[in-house]
């Protein structure tokens, strides 16, 4: 069965500090491929990366980076000099290459206070 | 224009009610989704068509029946609705699955908020 955890429910940190979020996952899949979405007090759903199972670089998007282990199963997401804008809900996902299933962990609420 | 569209955005009805939800998306999409976020913000998986085909239930109650007239609409009708039926509802689409940088990414709509007095 795949699963997605987000141990942190909810995380508060100062403007400017560096925040990580983190997600762990179980898949039985050889093929497999992470998400992190992000969804603002907005509402919408926002995709922000997509890594698949066989690509463990990390990846670094303006004050975004993602570290992808597969030895921990883990793929955090930090967030450098955070900003207001950051705050949101976080969502890590996860989908194999069987079906078209993509689950979703619980996320993570990020508050950046000014 | 908008790529997955959702109406109405906002529904409150009334307990045995029924009631649809619409989705449509203009990307060219073959699967499409519904999600379910209740109030603590956890979203789960409810349906997945793929060219009109279900391939996904997943352990919803048989009052909610989607129905997908063609690969570009899926739409959700929920009968006797119930107070726990109250949430986000998210329609989404994904282009054909494969290892390609777009393949498996989620494009969501805007979300129906279904509240049930």
């Known amino acids: ?114 | 224009d908008t790529a997955v569209s959702q109406t109405p955005k906002y529904l409150v009805t009334q307990m045995g009610n029924d009631k649809s939800i619409k989705c449509e998306q203009n990307l060219g999409h073959d699967t499409m989704y519904w999600y379910k976020q209740d109030s603590k913000k956890f979203l789960k998986i409810m349906f997945s068509y793929n060219n009109k085909e279900l391939i996904i239930n997943e352990t919803v109650p048989n009052r909610f029946s989607p129905k997908s007239p063609d690969k570009a609409h899926l739409n959700l009708h929920i009968n006797s609705l119930e107070l726990g039926d109250s949430a986000v509802y998210f329609c989404a689409s994904t282009p054909e699955s494969g290892i390609s940088s777009g393949a498996n990414v989620l494009t969501f709509g805007a979300g129906s908020r279904l509240t049930v007095l």
Do not use: M
């Not at chain 1, 303006?62 to 793929?75: L, V």
């Not at chain 1, 804008?85 to 299933?101: M, Q």
């Open chain 1, 1 to 114: 069965a795949q699963k997605v955890t987000q141990a942190q429910t909810e995380i508060s940190v100062v403007e400017k500090e560096d925040v990580t979020l983190d997600c762990v996952y179980e898949t039985r899949d050889t093929t497999y491929y992470l998400f992190w979405y992000k969804q603002p007090p907005s509402g919408e759903l926002v995709f922000l990366i997509r890594r698949n199972s066989f690509d463990e670089q990390n990846e670094i998007s303006g004050r975004y980076s993602w570290n992808f282990q597969k030895s921990t199963s883990s793929f955090n997401f930090t967030i450098t000099a955070s900003q207001v804008v950051d705050s949101a809900v976080y969502f890590c996902a996860l989908s194999g290459d069987r079906d078209d299933k993509i689950i979703f962990g619980k996320g993570t609420r990020l508050h950046i206070l000014p």
